[in-house]
């Protein structure tokens, strides 16, 4: 079973497009988040939520817009998209929030916007 | 605020020999010190963790890491490599109430 999985794997569209990439964890753990990978690998974090409520939201735009119906998903919604959110989206999940424990992605969503 | 450096951007070792992967960093408190490989259009992977003790810690695959306190640093090492470990590795430090700060990544290649 995978432990943490994103649909779509590839997701391809044009600018001003809305989109969404879904993300569900089925290891028990209480927060997930999302995190950008841009074309020099470089990783950052997007958003965290703890038990589905948002706890730390980095400095992205507010077209970007995660949502939690319960523990086990995190989604994320982009409206207007933009040729910089091209990238690659990756969902991850920790046991909860202390700093100690370790945290799990999933294999990806890249996005392409033309 | 913390960050990561990995001064490599590229290590190239050949297969069997010894590698290290260097990763400094700067917080303010105490640190929890990650590693995470990822290989090629792949989500990131759990290597090993230092929390607190043992300043040497083991993980998955055959590797350690060493953490060091005065030098602030915690590099990444294996005592054979193996050409299948040729792949992305970040290191990655979180103190209590904040965030996962990731490094730029270095990338391990090892030939054959």
């Known amino acids: 079973d995978t432990a943490v999985s994103q649909t779509p794997k590839y997701l391809v569209t044009q600018m001003g497009n809305d989109k969404s990439i879904k993300c569900e964890q089925n290891?028990?753990?209480?927060?997930m988040y999302w995190y950008k990978q841009d074309s020099k690998k470089f990783l950052k974090i997007m958003f965290s939520?703890?038990?589905?409520?948002?706890?730390i939201n980095e400095t992205v735009p507010n077209r970007f817009s995660p949502k939690s119906p319960d523990k086990a998903h995190l989604n994320l919604h982009i409206n207007s998209l933009e040729l910089g959110d091209s990238a690659v989206y990756f969902c991850?999940?920790?046991?909860?929030?202390?700093?100690?424990?370790?945290?799990?992605f999933g294999p990806g969503t890249r996005l392409t916007v033309t | 605020a913390q960050s990561v450096a990995q001064p490599e951007d590229q290590v190239n070792v050949a297969e069997g020999n010894p590698l290290t992967v260097k990763c400094t960093y700067s917080?303010?408190?105490?640190?929890?010190l990650f590693w995470y490989v990822q290989y090629p259009n792949r989500g990131l992977q759990f290597l090993l963790k230092?929390?607190?003790?043992?300043?040497l810690v083991k993980g998955s695959y055959g590797f350690e890491a060493e953490f060091n306190k005065s030098q602030t640093s915690f590099h990444l090492k294996k005592p054979s490599a193996l050409v299948s470990d040729s792949a992305l590795y970040f290191c990655?430090?979180?103190?209590?109430?904040?965030?996962?700060?990731f490094g730029p990544g270095t990338r391990l290649s090892v030939l054959p």
């Open positions: 991850a999940s920790s046991q909860d929030l202390l700093a100690a424990y370790e945290q799990y």
């Open positions: 290891l028990g753990h209480d927060t």
């Open positions: 939520y703890n038990n589905k409520e948002l706890i």
């Open positions: 917080v303010s408190g105490n640190p929890y």
């Open positions: 230092y929390i607190t003790g043992d300043n």
């Open positions: 990655a430090v979180r103190v209590r109430g904040q965030n996962f700060v």
